[in-house]
């Protein structure tokens, strides 16, 4: 009965120790992805190769599973079949929930020519 007395109040301060750090503590990081990127011959497929390829050293799962583009990606993403997707700039705006993280590449809407001077 002494060491009830003794040490239950440790055993218990213990536990609510853990159970209160425990409240702080992320969960891990997933061990599989799925993204969604647009045609097999499109770059978009081949960008996500390279993604699987990198996150493979880490351990992590890529499954690239293709779509007919951007909308299809969205959709995808709103039902939770893709956790992440590559999607055109500009589409996708409205959808409250989706942030972009960055854009891989930049597509000029158009080139300049430089003009000659005429002396």
Do not use: C, H
Request: glycine share 10%; aromatic share 10%.
């Amino acid at each position: 009965m002494d060491l009830v007395i003794t040490f239950g109040p440790v055993i218990l301060l213990v536990i609510a120790g853990f159970w209160f750090a425990y409240q702080f503590v992320a969960p891990p990081p997933p061990k599989k992805i799925v993204i969604s990127t647009g045609s097999e011959t499109g770059s978009y497929y081949k960008i996500a190769q390279q993604y699987r390829v990198e996150l493979a050293k880490e351990g992590i799962e890529l499954e690239i599973i293709s779509s007919s583009g951007s909308g299809e990606n969205i959709s995808r993403l709103i039902n939770k079949q893709a956790d992440i997707a590559f999607i055109q700039g500009g589409t996708g705006n409205n959808e409250p929930g989706l942030y972009s993280l960055g854009s891989p590449s930049v597509f000029p809407l158009k080139e300049e020519v430089p003009k000659q001077s005429s002396l």
